[in-house]
């Protein structure tokens, strides 16, 4: 079971699927929240007054979609889906190595680099003490990134199963919370109780 869970997430295949997934949800989503509320914009054929509330809730909820995406699900999936990792794997050197997500992308930041712009960014103040003697040394040898490719497996899994469960469910739910009230804030709704008046 856990050979063909390290061999899938080792693959080819999932990493060129998810090949800057983040990058790709969080354009996508940016693109329908000013596309989306542009077309409705365009259309002639609905009132000026309906466009305009029609327009404004499109954006607010592609944005707010996008801006739960950005500061929660992306964080939460990359560093939960980690930590879990050490668990299930905890065998596999890389889960000792690196003690989370942002400590092994440095260390693919650096490893991907040529050997002077190696040393020269582990002899800055901010990666000094960062690695173990044995990561540096790594370093110091090879500049192959891959070398731990079962941690970029699990990190990019993460980022397929954060955009669907995110954007499929979560940042909906958020979104709803937050449209409405904006939207009666600006003007543009009115609550349940001023309707009742007015009738």
Known sequence: MIGGVTNFLTSS?????????????SIETGLKSIGRPAFILADKKIEPQTKRYAAM??????????????AIIIPVFKNGSFKLAKKIFKEEECFKLFKNTNHY???????SMNKNDRVATLGKEKYKNMFSKEIKDKLMT???PE????????????NIIGSVLGLAIFAPQVSHLIVH???K????????QSKTKTN
């Not at 699927?17 to 949800?25: D, F, L, R």
């Not at 731990?148 to 993460?158: D, T, W």
């Open 147 to 158: 070398a731990y490719n079962l941690a970029k497996g699990v990190i990019e899994c993460s």
């Open 185 to 192: 804030f600006i003007g543009m709704e009115k609550d349940e």
């Open 105 to 111: 992308l440095n260390y693919r930041k650096i490893a």
């Open 181 to 183: 009230p904006v939207l």
């Open 13 to 25: 295949t999932l990493s060129s699927i998810s090949q800057n997934t983040a990058a790709s949800v």
């Open 142 to 144: 090879t500049n192959n």
């Open 57 to 70: 809730k499109e954006f607010l909820y592609q944005a707010t979609c996008l801006a739960t995406y950005m």
